[in-house]
Structures are given as structure tokens and as C-alpha cells.
Nanobody, 127 residues
Framework: QVQLVESGGGLVQAGGSLRLSCAAS????????MAWFRQAPGKEREFVAA????????RLAESVKGRFTISRDNAKNTVYLQMNSLNPEDTAVYYCAADSGGRRYYAGTELNEYDYWGQGTPVTVSS
């Protein structure tokens, strides 16, 4: 079992930055791919970024490439999402997710590839 707790969300002006953190408990974190998804009001949850178990492979949604970076620290059981050049379209609740482990090279981009989810942290970008 893996428990995920997100933090770092808040209100920021357009052009600003935030860093989200996701602290994980459970013995499979270091072998799990991790991801960030987001859900804006009235919209479906969408993929933002993913990173494989070692941090050697990451993937980003086209809408955030060049602005967001995903990273992880397995010693701290934490994954991060650095968000720069934020715009109002980035306003959403951001969710951290983990797969069931297995040290796969691949970092998934689909909701159903992840087994554990956090409660989410809200990000609001004002114009």
C-alpha cells in the first residue's frame, strides 16, 4: 500500500512559479513510476508529467513542456513538480499518482496506469 500527500499548491499570479511536492509512504515508492495529473473545474483529469522509478526517464504533456519539470528524490520518498511561467489555464487541482512498482523503464501517461492517488492540491493562477 502506498499513501500519497501533496503540498505546495496555492494562489499565484500569471508568470509566477510554484513547486509541488508529493510525499509517499510505503515500501514500493523507490520502484514505482510517479506522475502528476490535474483536473480543472468542469473538465476531465488530464496527464501533466511522469517519471520512472529511477528518475532516468520522464514525460511531459505538450501544454507544459518548457515550463514544468518533474523530479524525484528516492531517499526522501518524494516527487516534485516545478511549475514556471504559470498561466490561468494551469488552474486546477493537481494530483500525485503512483503505480504498483516493478521498476519499469516506462513512465505512463494514462490514468489507468496508476494505482494510488493523493487527495490533490489546488493551484490557482490569477491573470
Amino acid at each position: 500500500q502506498v499513501q500519497l500527500v501533496e503540498s505546495g499548491g496555492g494562489l499565484v499570479q500569471a508568470g509566477g512559479s510554484l513547486r509541488l511536492s508529493c510525499a509517499a509512504s510505503g515500501r514500493t515508492f523507490s520502484s514505482s513510476a510517479m506522475a502528476w495529473f490535474r483536473q480543472a473545474p468542469g473538465k476531465e483529469r488530464e496527464f501533466v508529467a511522469a517519471i520512472n522509478w529511477s528518475g532516468g526517464r520522464s514525460r511531459l504533456a505538450e501544454s507544459v513542456k518548457g515550463r514544468f519539470t518533474i523530479s524525484r528524490d528516492n531517499a526522501k520518498n518524494t516527487v516534485y513538480l516545478q511549475m514556471n511561467s504559470l498561466n490561468p489555464e494551469d488552474t486546477a487541482v493537481y494530483y500525485c499518482a503512483a503505480d504498483s512498482g516493478g521498476r519499469r523503464y516506462y513512465a505512463g501517461t494514462e490514468l489507468n496506469e496508476y494505482d494510488y492517488w493523493g487527495q490533490g492540491t489546488p493551484v490557482t493562477v490569477s491573470s
